[in-house]
C-alpha cells in the first residue's frame, strides 16, 4: 500500500489512468449488454404472444395502433 504523501512515478500515474480507462470501458460494456439483453427480452415477449395468438387459430392478432390517425 502507498503512503498518500508520496506522489506516484510517471510509470505509476500511466499504469493508474489505464485502470480506470479499463473500468470504464468494463461498465460500458456491461450496460451496453444489459440495454441488448432488455431489447432482446421485449422483442421475443412480443413475438412469443403474436405466435401464441395465431397458434389459438385467431386471424386478429397484430395490433392496429390509431394512435397516429
Not at 4 to 12: I, K
Not at 16 to 45: F, I, K, M, P, S
Request: charged letters at 15%; a neutral charge.
Amino acid at each position: 500500500m502507498r503512503h498518500p504523501f508520496f506522489p506516484l512515478t510517471e510509470a505509476q500515474a500511466r499504469e493508474q489512468e489505464n485502470r480506470q480507462t479499463n473500468g470504464l470501458a468494463a461498465v460500458a460494456a456491461v450496460l451496453l449488454l444489459l440495454v441488448a439483453g432488455l431489447w432482446l427480452v421485449h422483442a421475443l415477449h412480443r413475438s412469443s404472444r403474436l405466435e401464441d395468438c395465431l397458434m389459438s387459430g385467431r386471424t386478429n392478432c397484430y395490433p392496429i395502433d390509431l394512435s397516429h390517425a
